[in-house]
């Protein structure tokens, strides 16, 4: 089987959002469990709109998602590729000039449907002599240049929607290239998907009828038609629609907020599918889960209350070599040890820092009157060696039958006075990694 190559394409007007991610997600892992090829393709041919900065915070993200692009192409540097196909469309005969305005074009939409028919362009360009559009030109108008459609059924299978068809017949010619000259995405689209070797497209629905238009385009170029899949939208909880415009979900905001990146991509992956949404270990995981055919069909519901808790289900399951470096980066030791102790009890992995502090120290132990002699007891009690896994245990089984104490008289001053907490991880992975000093000092009341 050939490596498939797949791209995700966004425009560089807007933070990503988790929607953005859905996409970008099944393309890339799906080239990655292929072994194939993924492409991050900027489209940015609309310059008023597109920025460096919004392309830079791309890459940022999608580096973020862990999904790095083996590709980067901006079609704003490949607008001679986009020229030479106009021009060959235009030697087909099929890109001609209009010369309507949106305002003539809304009023021939209105007509139309007073009259029972269907709003789409009535190709009234295709009936201008070349005189006439001489002395249109003459009046200060310029065209903007519609692809001709051939008004048949277009059909491909999808691989989430089964067999799909558009009637092209039912739709206005597209317009490829603006008043101004420049191309519209419809264009620059295919002829990039068919210059890169793009086996498989894999967007969002909205793009159904899209992809009706781009395949005459594609035949019209020669080009040979990849396997399309046409994937469901994520909705807010309300049925409201994301939107780069209106900031819903961005992932620079999931990633301030704290969110991890593997809940965010599992969640935007699996939520409206027939799979269970749950914590995977790394993307090679979330990628072998990835089937086309358990897409629903249905709008697909992203919760952010949902977001949150797998990202702390997450965290319970990561292996310190996932997180070794982001420990680092935070001023984080203790090792794996101190990993597995508190990762049950993180919520945000920035919450490792508060844990740290109770290794670290100084703690400022919680020590209740009643339980002072019981503690400078314990503080007796605690053993010298091996401070192994096993010191908690060998200490409780020294402290309860000299204390009298069992059951939360016996462990509830015992937590509060190490680390000063009603609650946290077992005090049987903690207690190790507090030094013997410390221990000492905190349960005689000390700050230590």
């Known amino acids: ?187 620059t689209s295919v002829v990039d998907d068919i210059e890169m070797d793009v086996t498989h497209v894999v967007r969002g629905e909205d793009h159904v009828t899209n992809t009706g238009v781009q395949i005459e385009i594609i035949a019209a170029l020669g080009g040979t038609v990849p396997t399309f899949g046409h994937h469901n939208l994520l909705t807010l909880p309300s049925g409201e629609g994301l939107s780069k415009r209106l900031g819903h979900l961005s992932l620079r905001a999931l990633r301030e907020e704290g969110e991890e990146a593997l809940a965010v991509a599992a969640l935007a992956v699996l939520t409206g599918t027939s799979l269970a949404v749950e914590p995977v270990a790394g993307l090679d995981e979330l990628a072998a889960k990835i089937d086309f055919a358990k897409i629903s069909r249905a709008p697909a519901r992203f919760d952010p209350a949902e977001l949150s808790a797998l990202t702390a289900a997450t965290l319970h399951h990561l292996p310190f070599e996932a997180v070794a470096g982001r420990l680092a980066a935070l001023g984080i030791g203790g090792g794996e040890a101190f990993w597995r102790a508190v990762r049950g009890n993180l919520a945000r992995l920035a919450d490792v820092a508060d844990w740290w502090r109770v290794v670290e120290g100084p703690v400022d132990p919680v020590v209740e009157p009643a339980d002072a002699a019981f503690l400078a007891q314990a503080a007796a009690l605690l053993p010298e060696g091996p401070w192994d896994n096993e010191v908690y245990p060998r200490w409780i089984a020294a402290v309860k039958p000299a204390s009298g104490r069992a059951g939360r008289t016996l462990f509830h001053p015992l937590r509060l006075a190490l680390t000063g907490r009603e609650s946290g991880p077992e005090m049987k992975a903690l207690l190790p990694l507090i030094s013997r000093e410390k221990a000492a000092a905190r349960l005689r009341g000390e700050r230590a």
């Not at 790095?68 to 021009?87: F, G, K, M, N, T």
């Not at 305002?103 to 295709?126: F, I, K, N, T, W």
């Open 1 to 187: 089987m050939t490596p498939p190559v797949l791209r995700f394409a966004p425009s560089p007007t807007g933070l990503l959002h988790v929607g953005n991610a859905r996409t970008a997600l099944y393309n890339a892992l799906f080239a990655r469990r292929g072994g194939g090829t993924f492409i991050l393709r900027y489209d940015d041919t609309d310059t008023a709109r597109s920025t460096p900065a919004f392309a830079e915070a791309i890459a940022g993200d999608v580096a973020w998602l862990g999904i790095a692009p083996d590709r980067v192409e901006y079609q704003s540097r490949r607008l001679a590729r986009y020229d030479a196909a106009v021009e060959r469309l235009k030697a087909l005969g099929r890109l001609y000039p209009a010369y309507e305005s949106e305002q003539e074009l809304e009023a021939m939409r209105q007509s139309r449907r007073r009259r029972g028919l269907p709003p789409v362009y009535d190709r009234a360009a295709l009936k201008l002599t070349d005189a006439a559009r001489a002395a249109l030109e003459s009046d200060g108008r310029r065209p903007h240049w519609r692809f001709k459609l051939e008004g048949r059924q277009v059909v491909w299978d999808d691989m989430v929607r089964g067999r799909q068809g558009v009637d092209t017949a039912t739709l206005s010619d597209p317009v490829l290239v603006r008043e101004d000259g420049s191309y519209l995405y419809t264009l």
